[in-house]
């Protein structure tokens, strides 16, 4: 049950994503050739693409949670034991945690700080923007207490303890290394 409602809430993230890029593509495009050719353009073009940025941002940062795509060093955690990337695992987890716990609050507080607050060109309350932190908070804790989960009830592999995906450099260059050297790395 919990892995189709998470399939589901990502294929929903995905195309959220996707729409946002595409109308911030038209309205971006359009008030370009608008104000090329006939010296004019859409006031409100430029807002609502801002807008949808902020949430195309907070929603991807999402799913590369879910799936490790986020900036990080490994360098130590690969050197430890299984018990030892365990337990660095638990306490990264426990700090990106409270980390979010904090966005959350800060995020809920502008929001009820600018549900009276209005964009100057289409006049949507700020708090809509301000939401989607609120939003990208609570899809990132239930993902980390979902790992926290999986880790203290020894579901989840050994390579899923390390918080990083090889680059696809990376993993070209040591592909090119292996070929140069004529053997495995």
């Known amino acids: 049950m919990v892995g189709k409602f998470a399939e589901l809430t990502t294929r929903l993230i995905n195309y959220l994503i996707a729409a946002a ?3 911030m593509a038209i ?3 359009g008030n370009v050739i ?3 050719f006939f010296n004019s353009g859409l006031t409100w073009a430029e807002e609502v693409s801002r807008f949808l940025f902020i949430w195309l941002i907070f929603l991807g940062a999402i799913l590369a949670l879910r799936d490790n795509e986020h900036l990080g060093v490994d360098t ?3 050197k430890l034991s299984l018990k030892g990337k365990k337990i660095l695992f638990i306490i990264n987890n426990a700090i990106i945690l409270i980390t979010l716990l904090l966005v959350l609050d800060g995020s809920w507080k502008l929001t009820m700080l600018n549900i ?3 964009s100057p060109a289409i006049g949507l309350p700020y708090a809509y ?3 989607s932190g609120a939003v990208m908070s609570i899809g990132m804790i239930a993902i980390v207490i979902g790992k926290l989960y999986r880790v203290i009830t020894n579901k989840l592999d050994e390579n899923d303890l390390v918080m990083t995906t090889d680059s696809e450099e990376k993993a070209d260059f040591e592909q090119g290394t292996r070929s140069i050297t004529g053997g495995e790395k």
């Open 21 to 23: 890029l595409s109308l």
């Open 34 to 36: 608008l104000r090329y």
């Open 116 to 118: 009276d607050q209005s």
């Open 129 to 131: 923007v301000y939401v």
């Open 27 to 29: 309205f971006v495009f």
């Open 76 to 78: 130590l955690v690969r």
